[in-house]
């Protein structure tokens, strides 16, 4: 809910359909002694495997108890796609869309009628209030259970509009063998993302083998109710908590209560996730994805109006952060395509 | 932080030092084929065998996945003692007696001035706003790390007022076993509970096996700043969360992401969560631990100012749940004492 009312979203709003269609990269080689098979050999894939080796040599100056190897993640941007707009933004777009037959007020009420005319201006017109809007209408008022089957039910049939696949099908194949590599390795994997935690709960499991008790994300507030003697949770137009920013550093200790000693993120949006995970004692591990692919992907950092990665780049470089540049560390950037044409 | 502002807490208060000593009952036999040997056998621990049986039976109507075992426990009250008052409510007291030298204007300024004169009626005199200043003088303007040290550093040396053991002492031995079992079959047990989480995180892993990523409690506001290049997270006097009652079923829906199958609380602030577990499909467990041992550790219910139980188990009665008989359900209460004189 609260990262659709980032002031940043409104331009990369307009950005949407701007890409033509591409042919997705070819699909990743598997090589059975190699536990990151998409990963080119090179300081990049080396760091991460230094780091395992590290902290799981028992005995070993750096070794980390299994309990202690708690590792986090940014999603939108370094577990999934985040272009053209984040994909809830897309979501919410298409539930306006939904439930305007339920609400003939919004063919003049801004900024639905944007939405509905297909006006991207107009939409962006309406500024951060007409977002906070959207997401009230679209991810409020309703119970948790028919929220996540609504979710569930759009990410079955949306496609991305440049790649024609559904987005579940846009994760990025390098990350998903990183979360593989460290569960195997004796991680507990986390994700903690500016996106709302329940949109990403009805896929993390399945999609990330992250399950929902180890997703962290923003959330509104919810409010117990009985309905015919039955208790639901209805999700109320009002934030909760915005895990965003230094908002990681905040949702990391609330919600999970251990400083991570490995984390991933791609924006500025994690500069404190990674930050706060670097200040604990003994060896750590920070990344970014550097999205520097326009062919496969899309090349963009300091000037996004999504995943604006200014900051914590200066500051990744000059800490010696691993920094994974998706043109030249990621052999194949998708899984093979289930659902591409 | 929350729990202390609970009006219902002031009467409490008056009643520190009322009991005397008694001995700690008999300790636990073990019987190595019994998983729960700390339980009297009868109705109320078949109803856990046999749930347990129940939903770990591959291909029985009622099997359950083990990803879905999901089981959650209040804690003050049913996994540790909470008379005469919340321990972390002595903490609160223990803390201000510690921290007067450097507020030499507690010496005259309520609620301070009574706490420091040991004058617990113009403590309770000061009412609700007193309980508040207590826990924002106590629990706030540190770093979660600092605070973190004070609570070990506390219930390392602390002892209760009637037992003279520590307080981690005095967790009950069955609800222990409990944990085990039902860890030995597949379920992930948490913490759901109104007391503080930082509290709790402190010691639940090596008291329960609970680690701190399953500890869901009342929270403040915590807040990151960088002191000398360094982030630290300030805990800030404000009230984040309040995981009680209602805020149950949301703290398990924020937290967690999925509905327990399993829950034990023992007091009208479990209501909810116990109505919550039971609402879901399919075979589920709602348990109730009733303090009838006045001898052994204490008996109330009804008109408790602390715990109280007056609606839950008018519903858990007329709905069947298992109510836990402290009296004549378990046949020890507290673990073989490790401290006691």
Redesign the interface.
Known sequence: MTMLSRRTVLAAFLAIGLFGSVAIGAQAETQATDPLPSWNDGPTKQSILDFVAAVTKDGGPDYVAP?ER?ATFDNDGTLWIEQPIYTQFAFAIDRVKAMSNQHPEWKTQEPFASILKGDLKGLAASGEKGMVEIVAATHSGMT?TDFNKEVKEWLAIAKHPRFKVLYTDLVYQPMIELLDYLRANGF?TFIVSGGG??FM?TFA?KTYGV?????IGS?GV???QMWDA??V?IKMPKV?FVDDG??K??GI??????RPIFAFGNSDGDK?ML??TA?GDGLRFMGIVHHTDAAREYAYDRDSSVGKLDKALDEGVAKGWTIADMKNDWKTIFPPAKSAP
Chains 1, 2 share one sequence.
């Open positions: 309990a708690i948790t507990k935690v329940e709960r499991d399950p929902p008790e180890q997703v959330s919810t409010q117990y039955s208790p949770l909760f230094p908002g550093p905040v200790n609330t919600f999970i209560g251990r404190e930050e706060w200040a």
